[in-house]
């Protein structure tokens, strides 16, 4: 399975982008799937995961309030809502497949890694 990030772009403070993640394949469609970012100098974090078995949604406490996850089943694209982007926010943004129980921010949890995205905020 591959994933395919796509959505990405610059900016200003204040404004709002949507990032899709579509998979290749229905191979780990009942898995949760997540994104992390990567900001130039950092490490790889955790941003938000849902896990739609259970309908179970989380984010990072830096994200909370103006990101929002979501999915189209029929699509097969996990989507993030990013809304009052702030300067801090840009980076790199990944989506992945949770293949393993444990911690949601975990990356070691996650494969099939897409290509990322990058988005830019100005301030």
């Known amino acids: 399975v591959q994933l395919q990030a796509s959505g990405g772009g610059v900016v200003q403070a204040g404004g709002s982008l949507r990032l899709s993640c579509t998979a290749s394949?229905?191979?780990?469609?009942?898995?949760?799937k997540g994104w992390f970012r990567q900001a130039p100098g950092k490490a790889r974090e955790f941003v938000s995961l849902?896990?739609?078995?259970?309908?179970?949604?989380y984010y990072a406490d830096s994200v909370k309030g103006r990101f929002t996850i979501s999915r189209d089943n029929a699509k097969n694209t996990l989507y993030l809502q990013l809304d009052s982007l702030k300067p801090e926010d840009t980076a790199v943004y990944y989506c992945?497949?949770?293949?393993?129980?444990?911690?949601?921010?975990?990356?070691?949890?996650?494969?099939?890694w897409g290509q990322g995205t990058q988005v830019t905020v100005s301030s």
């Open positions: 992945a497949i949770k293949l393993a129980a444990g911690s949601v921010s975990d990356d070691s949890l996650y494969r099939y």
């Open positions: 394949g229905r191979a780990y469609s009942s898995f949760a």
């Open positions: 849902y896990d739609w078995r259970g309908d179970r949604k």
